[in-house]
């Protein structure tokens, strides 16, 4: 069995912590078993490797995000990346092709596809292994994992299984999709066995390919990859679970909450207060989540949520904050905070004049023992100050230490890369007509072989 985590996400949901990269799966709001904060997917890796799942496990992501993964998960984890962000059909799409093209996967073999950030216990990852049996006792196309719902809840989908369906059967043959009812429909639907839909499926490998094959779409990975964007952008339930002929579902009795909002986050969040800030008054259910270095002072607000980050700041009741999606969907801002394999940065200004000129100014913090990619720019140039730490560089192929309060001039088309012995932190000044991240071109990312290229 193998499972492939999906890990998408325009970060609009939990603005402005999250943003294009950040997803909210990369929140650190959590808090762990030794009282550390950790992230969604912090979370849920840690649980499925407990459940000894891990090494069969792959994460399907974009481009934006690959970094983010690496930062907080490691180097080790096998991800799956999207050339371009679609929709949940081409991602799975790809995923199965690199499966059986790339690591030889047996085409009886069972995939199973799930979110990469529900808020369940470990017990919901040992139950995944059972789609697998009922897969094969059922010799159905596709076996989902239902949650037996608590509530009569309007904000999830449900699965509606065949009439005659009893609540202790060990799986339901599957009549028809439920989106968001109204709760007298949710009520009507539990009577007959219903299901929460938790986005948890599993189907064997040839089923996929085989419907990649009917509809000539490529099977082999590269290839799948260069006409990606010819996939049609739609989701896995309208392109595949909806035309399938026969599914099952597997009842999961046990805690699962989606944390995509900051109403439903927020009820996982142990302390009202993360970040400089005081709540005083009368103040009830109410969250202040700070990044900034400014504090928060908040009086007599009730069910409010606040959040901050250098993307922005958001006030909000918090049965309105759903609405954060609408509201921001026409952002187009580049995020002002990222993390990467190497450390974080975290934009502190930008400025635009009128003959065109941008000058943005970064703080960079590099990780002991990382090193940033070998690269150039060709649209701007950089000066660099050395706050704290020490490390190594290589400039235009030259070796050279660097330590607190150096400063380095970087122009255009100058090759550079940085390696921290200690943690670094680093002032960037960029200047030029267009900055923007897409402005690099990365020629080596391992230090050893950064240092080979360097000595030809």
Not at 77 to 102: M, N, Q, W
Not at 235 to 249: L, P, Q, R, T
Not at 444 to 452: G, K, P, R, T, Y
Request: with cysteine; proline share 4%; aromatic share 8%.
């Amino acid at each position: 069995m193998k499972i492939v985590l999906l890990s998408g996400g325009s970060g609009k949901r939990l603005w402005p912590l999250s943003n294009e990269s950040r997803s909210k799966q990369f929140l650190k709001v959590l808090r762990n078993d030794v009282g550390e904060r950790e992230s969604m997917v912090q979370r849920v890796w840690g649980q499925i490797t407990k459940a000894g799942l891990s090494e069969h496990a792959y994460i399907a992501t974009s481009k934006p995000q690959v970094e983010m993964i690496q930062s907080q998960l490691g180097n080790e984890i096998e991800i799956i990346v999207e050339p371009e962000r679609r929709d949940t059909f081409p991602a799975i799409a790809l995923a199965a092709t690199y499966l059986y093209s790339i690591q030889g996967v047996s085409l009886n073999e069972t995939i199973v596809v799930m979110p990469v950030d529900p808020y369940v216990n470990e017990s919901f990852f040992h139950k995944t292994k059972e789609l697998e049996l009922i897969l094969n006792e059922s010799g159905a196309d596709l076996a989902l994992m239902g949650v037996k719902p608590t509530y009569p809840s309007e904000k999830y989908g449900y699965i509606v299984p065949n009439k005659g369906t009893q609540v202790e059967d060990p799986y339901v043959t599957v009549h028809s999709f439920r989106e968001k009812p109204r709760e007298e429909e949710a009520v009507a639907m539990i009577q007959q066995a219903a299901l929460w839909n938790c986005g948890v499926f599993a189907f064997k490998l040839d089923f996929l390919i085989n419907i990649l094959i009917e509809n000539n779409y490529p099977i082999h990975y590269d290839e799948m990859s260069r006409h990606y964007s010819k996939l049609p952008k739609n989701s896995f339930d309208y392109e595949v679970v909806e035309k399938a002929g026969h599914i099952v579902a597997l009842p999961y009795a046990g805690e699962w909450k989606d944390l995509g909002t900051w109403n439903t986050l927020t009820e996982e969040i142990e302390t009202s207060l993360i970040g400089k800030g005081i709540i005083a008054g009368d103040s009830h259910n109410t969250h202040v989540i700070n990044e900034l270095d400014i504090p928060i002072t908040l009086i007599n607000l009730s069910n409010v949520v606040v959040a901050a980050s250098p993307d922005g700041i958001l006030v909000s009741d918090k049965a309105s904050s759903p609405m954060i999606k609408e509201v921001m969907k026409h952002s187009d801002q580049r995020p002002m905070y990222e993390e990467r394999r190497w450390g974080r940065y975290r934009v502190l200004d930008y400025l635009k004049y009128p003959d065109g000129k941008e000058v943005l100014t970064k703080r960079i913090c590099v990780s002991p023992g990382q090193n940033l990619s070998y690269q150039y720019h060709s649209l701007r140039d950089e000066v660099w100050t050395v706050v704290s730490g020490h490390g190594e560089m290589v400039l235009n192929g030259k070796h050279l230490s660097v330590n607190s309060g150096d400063v380095l001039v970087i122009s255009k088309d100058t090759r550079h890369s940085l390696r921290a012995e200690t943690e670094m932190d680093i002032i960037e000044i960029q200047t030029g007509t267009e900055l923007i991240e897409e402005d690099i071109v990365r020629l080596a990312f391992d230090w050893n072989e950064i240092m080979q290229l360097c000595s030809v």
